[in-house]
């Protein structure tokens, strides 16, 4: 039907959620690596379940040889149409089941008991659950999950030599002629001109954004606010950027953070809960500071008005809301309770493209960098929602960004060339006093979602609790495309 056009618009309108990048270890797994050099002795498949930061360091002492490579990459190539195109006729099953339970309804509609009414209205209810997990899974998730594998795959083959030409680059001291090499200069090297122009186009937004409904509220902490304003500003003034910015922490589940022109930084309390550490933080910040420094929203609406933004950002909410695009909405709702921002965000607007990208994530680094920041955190982050949380496999930004090998080589490479400095920070003390600020916050929030009535919350009363599709985050891909399809038993209406 409209999927094609609806995923379509999705790519288009997905927000830069997490525009980041990969990578895992910290400083002192990093080191307890070089001191115990990699063994082969596992298969290829087992490598292909370690973080990006760890595979950096090992790679190079794999020895799969090219007919190993070969044969894995398209063995899981072949894997991934099989569980895509199991999910895919799942979900049209479930089709089939939704117009048949209807076609009764319908057909018994004068004649059934209050109570027969309900079990099918509990059955259609829970068909359309599964309808949307299976095509979400099938266009959404199960794709990005290979797509993670396929990107460790390429690193395990490829890194090695990248590695040496890396390395070489840095010998020969070539690595300062890279685009933006000058990192000395920042702050007075001309990323983009004119920033400043870009403030009323922000200003707009914030309070299109209002008007719209779509701006969560404000986190009312002001312990909060004023720790994540202040890691915010400390990654500014180590930036290109040369125009005020304004930090906002959005009551929201969402993990996502979002530059609009003109220095609206936004952050959600999900980016908060979800990261680990300030290094990590600061990572993401120093991302969505590189948009607006380097005015990548202003690139690409040069033709849009934020009036006409707005208009496509209603119709593709209105679109997800419903259930379209492939009932991520439903998947949205069901799995996290929430439709989420990034769904219905504007790309252009946040400046989002495969080029701008690998920019942002090049001068994030750097800026984090100067900051004074392990640069290498904003990776770790990226790959602990690829790889563990799970989050981010069930939406689609990830196709509108460059490959995940690519933006993980790019960003290791430009933290070689930075080079380490005597103390990087990761962790910091105000760190874990936000934490601990955000703690109670949280379980009041969650307590308060739950009982607040939302379109969100299934129509029908007294359903068996639904069958569901687990996919937990951090669970391999393959458990999933081996369970068992989940049938919804016909329900006896109760007395
Ligand atoms: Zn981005």
Redesign the pocket.
């Known amino acids: 039907m409209h999927a094609g056009l609806a995923r379509r618009a999705i790519v288009i309108f997905l927000v ?1 959620l997490l ?2 990048l990969p990578m895992e270890g910290t400083a002192s797994a990093r080191q307890e690596q070089s001191a115990a050099p990699a063994r082969q002795d596992q298969p290829l498949a087992t490598y292909l379940r370690k973080p990006y930061m760890e595979l950096f360091q090992i790679s190079p002492e794999l020895r799969f040889s090219t007919g190993q490579l070969d044969s894995e990459r398209k063995s899981l190539g072949e894997a991934k149409d099989r569980c895509a195109k199991r999910f895919k006729d799942q979900s049209k099953q479930y089709e089939k089941q939704l117009e048949a339970a209807r076609e009764e309804l319908k057909k018994k509609s004068s004649t059934i008991t209050p109570e027969e009414r309900n079990a099918i209205h509990c059955r259609i209810q829970n068909l359309d659950l599964l309808q949307s997990e299976s095509a979400v899974l099938s266009q959404h998730a199960i794709p990005t999950a290979y797509a993670n594998l396929q990107a460790k795959l390429d690193l395990i083959q490829k890194w090695p030599a990248v590695y040496r030409e890396t390395e070489s680059e840095i010998a020969s001291g070539a690595y300062h002629q890279r685009r933006w090499g000058d990192v000395q200069d920042i702050g007075f090297r001309q990323i983009a001109s004119d920033q400043q122009d870009d403030i009323k186009t922000g200003q707009r937004a914030v309070e299109e954004m209002k008007r719209a409904g779509l701006l969560p509220p404000e986190l009312k902490n002001e312990a909060i606010q004023e720790y994540v304003n202040s890691v915010a500003q400390r990654v500014a003034k180590n930036s290109d950027l040369k125009i005020p910015l304004h930090v906002t922490v959005l009551q929201s589940r969402e993990i996502n953070a ?1 530059a609009l022109p003109g220095g609206y930084l936004f952050v959600e309390r999900g980016l908060l809960e979800a990261a680990d550490n300030e290094s990590e933080l600061a990572g993401v910040i120093a ?2 500071i ?2 607006d420094a380097a005015r ?1 929203g202003h690139k690409l609406m040069k033709r849009a008005t934020i009036a006409s933004i707005f208009f496509q950002a209603a119709q593709i909410a209105a679109i997800v809301l419903t259930g379209g695009v492939a009932g991520i909405g439903t998947y949205y709702a069901l799995q996290y309770g929430f439709y989420g921002l990034g769904l219905v965000l504007n790309l252009k607007l ?3 493209s495969r080029d ?2 690998l920019e ?2 090049r001068l ?1 680094a750097q800026y984090a960098w100067k900051a004074g920041y392990d640069p290498a955190g904003f990776v770790r982050f990226f790959d602990k929602m690829a790889t563990v949380k799970g989050y981010i496999n069930g939406v689609s930004w990830f196709r509108t ?1 460059p490959p995940f090998y690519q933006r993980m080589v790019d960003a290791q490479r430009e933290i070689l060339f930075l080079g380490e400095k005597p103390s990087m920070v990761v962790q910091t003390a105000a760190f874990e006093r936000m934490k601990q600020e955000l703690q109670p916050i949280v379980t009041k929030a969650e307590q308060e979602e739950k009982e607040k009535p939302s379109l969100l919350i299934p129509r029908a009363e007294g359903c068996e609790p639904p069958q569901k599709i687990e996919y937990k985050p951090g669970q391999p891909i393959e458990d999933l495309c081996g369970a068992p399809m989940r049938q919804v038993p016909e329900q006896k209406p109760k007395n």
């Open positions: 830069e525009a980041f979002f991302h969505e590189a948009h990548h946040l400046g989002v701008y990208e942002a994530d994030g960004h």
